[in-house]
């Protein structure tokens, strides 16, 4: 199983980690998910900050979604967030619901996790499929 970063091609610095997710889609008659996110693609040792903090906008595109689950702190909160910090294998989550969730589909190709800061919540998610597409070039930090 590729790690989510290995989806980045074309990108020799990208990383999901501190991404902005900007939306998300699931269709769950369809068993398909879309998360779009600015995704950090500069070069970390860069001299300047705008070299280290360049975006690019891309697609994660999930198919064959059996489990769609949100768990934050705050029941107020429909959306998973904007901010995404952690990402990983469902296998190495330390949540009590991370880990009962892992039990039940460990089988699955892609079983895994998500945490977004700004909100304190987690995404869990499996998938049989997963594709990631660039939309456009890189950009500057807002």
């Not at 998300?24 to 970390?44: E, F, L, M, R």
Request: aromatic share 10%; charged share 25%.
């Amino acid at each position: 199983m590729q790690t989510l970063d290995e989806l980045l091609s074309h990108e020799p610095h990208a990383t999901f980690h501190d991404a902005t997710v900007v939306e998300v889609q699931h269709d769950a008659t369809a068993g398909s998910a879309v998360i779009t996110a600015d995704v950090c693609v500069g070069y970390p040792e860069a001299s300047t900050v705008e070299e280290r903090e360049r975006r690019r906008r891309g697609r994660l595109s999930l198919q064959g979604v059996r489990l769609w689950r949100q768990d934050g702190s705050d029941p107020a909160v429909s959306a998973p967030g904007n901010w995404l910090t952690a990402e990983g294998p469902l296998a190495e989550v330390t949540t009590e619901l991370g880990r009962a969730l892992h039990r039940d589909f460990e089988t699955e190709p892609y079983c895994w996790y998500l945490y977004f800061s700004d909100t304190n919540s987690f995404l869990y998610w499996t998938a049989r499929d997963v594709s990631f597409e660039w939309e456009g070039l890189a950009r500057p930090a807002a």
